[in-house]
């Protein structure tokens, strides 16, 4: 059962210079105990989708103008303000951010920041010393030394992994039954990485957690995620369980994402020609037709439709027609 | 035999250094105003400012034991007029034979009487003000931001000058002509402020959370912006000293026979240069606690906002 499905998603920001197509029809799913990798270039929109189901874009600028985000049944955009804040945000779902010195307050010890967050909002409290146990209990998990004596110290003290490791403890202590992850190990360097998405992998495992993992890093989504969804210009182009995007990369983006990994090719490093299109006059048809070196006259004038080419392996590509290729969005 | 430890240096530490650094980590480390003071006096120019400051405030409670002739605040010896220092009178005596040395004592206390006053009007009129225009991004913002720019666009002593003059020239409206001049700067610095604090992740996660406006402007935004608004204070004390000074130079403070600095040069210039001590001693004194202040508030910038630190050795 899908834990999280987003449906046709059209979110568009008022600029001085004109309307931003951010997500443009967007539709995925996350599915229970899964861990699903949203990829794509900057300015796709993979912030943008991670916003949006917490529910915490700015409107205006942004508005939502069409789609549902259901969250295990229930539409999140149909949600009333405080259902979100004292049922959903921050309990149900959580939030692993890219920066976690700026998500946690430099004057508060990280104890009192993690019951605040934990307490906030509740009617009536547990206990004190019930949520410190707690605390203390996940700090241990996420692998901080001696965590109860760690409570009282400042983020400051802390080096950059172990201020990810507060933050993931944070994101798992509400015990939720999603966490999107926005490229939670952007910060940090390489060897500290592996071993913090492991860990996290490890943690969400136990738990049967279901987490949206937003990243650029095809090398993360491989070894950790169980689903994929390769994003392009605020639509997806490809969503499939990672094995088969790897072994059968369907939509030309995803072929020539995989291309341009250094590490998978002989010889000079391949990219991808041209940039992403300025989302506010989008190409008409396919969005990726401008790059794409297989475009054909049909991909200029009509958006593809999602095909399921593989079990379970979605593609929005013209190359792969079907019946439903010729149902046309715009 | 007793196991070597060597610092960073390379050299061996003696026993007493070594226990000299686990009582340093028996200290709360932690703890933001002990290690802000420490730093301060490990800043030779930030102790001698220190000083300075804290010399001000003992002669401003002390005044009236410690000066020679209490009395000469208001009195007047003809007989003594312009006598040059001598051990009984250490900055000489005035025009009217009294104790320059006393008035600068009891002058100290009108300064300090000002320039707290003004700053802290400031303070108490720019936070809120720089809060709820910097929060908030809605007509009321705008209307407290434009009201600053036209305070801003009108040069500080000429408005205050004007609204001295306008009110009548005594001590409480020179304080008022003070504040209502300077507290677009407080309310421009807690702006900036607000906007960068208000970017963070954790700002915005208390919002998500469902934490009140206010409360998440009291618990989380402020207390991001007490350094800069500490720095910002002291510096505006030697600022408003220094103004306060001109005003009181040109008349439009605290009235004679009260002793306040700027008006004591200002009947002084009249006796130069052959009463050379009459016109010195307050300029001095003014000279003294400005660079008091401002040596303060420069190593507190250096000391609390690490990217502004200049070259200062």
Known sequence: ???????????????????????????????????????????????????????????????????????????????????????????????????????????????????????????????????????????????????????????????????????????????????????????????????????????????????????????????????????????????????????????PYTWKLLESLPERQQGDIRGIPGVVPHLIDPPPGCRFHTRCEFAMPLCQQHQPAALEVLPDHWVRCHLFPGEGSYACHA | MKPMVLDTQGHAESPARQAQKTARLAWPATSGWWLLGQKILRDRLAVVGLCIILGLLCTAVLAPSIAPFPADIAATHPAQRLRAPSVEHPCGTDTLGRDIYSRLLFGGRLTLLISLTVVGACIVIGVPTGLIAGYYENAVSQ?????????????????????????????????????????????????????????????????????????????????????????????????????????????????????????????ARLYLPDAWWYATAPGLAIFVVVMGFNLLGDALRDILDPRLRRGRR
Request: aromatic share 4%.
């Open chain 2, 143 to 267: 209307l407290i931001l434009r009201t600053a720019d036209i305070f801003l666009a009108v040069p500080r002593v000429i408005l205050a000058l004007a609204m001295a003059q306008a009110l009548g020239p005594s001590l409480p409206n020179l304080i008022l002509a003070l504040t209502v001049t300077y507290w677009p700067w407080f309310t421009l610095i807690v702006v900036a402020e607000t906007r960068t604090v208000k970017k963070a992740t954790f700002v915005e996660a208390a919002e998500a959370l469902g934490v009140s406006p206010w409360r998440t402007i009291l618990c989380h935004v402020l207390p991001n912006m007490l350094s800069p608004l500490i720095v910002r204070s002291t510096l505006s004390m030697g600022l408003t000293i220094m103004t306060a000074a001109v005003l009181g130079f040109l008349g439009m403070g605290a009235q004679p026979p009260a002793p306040e600095w700027g008006a004591m040069i200002a009947e």
């Open chain 1, 1 to 251: 059962m899908a834990v999280l499905e987003i449906n046709d998603l059209v979110v568009d920001f008022e600029t001085d210079q004109g309307i931003v197509q951010a997500i443009d029809h967007l539709t995925l799913n996350v599915r229970e105990g899964e861990i699903v990798g949203l990829v794509g270039e900057s300015g796709c929109g993979k912030t943008t989708v991670a916003r949006c189901i917490l529910g915490v874009v700015p409107q205006p600028p942004a508005h939502i103008r069409a789609g549902e985000i259901l969250f295990q049944g229930q539409d999140l955009l149909r949600v009333s303000d405080a259902d979100l804040t004292t049922r959903i945000r921050g309990k149900a779902i959580t939030f692993i951010p890219q920066d976690p010195l700026a998500a946690l307050n430099p004057l508060f010890p990280v104890g009192v920041q993690l019951r605040d967050m934990l307490t906030w909002g509740m009617r009536r409290g547990r206990r004190a010393r019930e949520i410190r146990e707690h605390i203390i209990s996940i700090l241990q998990q996420v692998q901080i030394p001696s965590p109860a004596e760690q409570l009282g110290k400042y983020p400051h003290e802390f080096s950059g992994g172990q201020r990810q490791r507060l933050v993931i403890a944070a994101a798992l202590a509400p015990a939720p039954t999603l966490i999107i992850a926005d490229e939670p190990t952007s910060a940090l360097d390489v060897t500290v990485q592996a071993q913090i998405l492991l860990l996290l992998k490890s943690l969400v495992q136990e738990r049967g957690t279901s987490v949206l993992l937003i990243t650029h890093d095809l090398g993360v989504v491989a070894k950790l995620c169980d689903r994929v969804v390769v994003m392009y210009a605020g639509q997806e182009a490809e969503m499939a369980p990672t094995a088969s995007a790897f072994t059968h990369p369907s939509h």
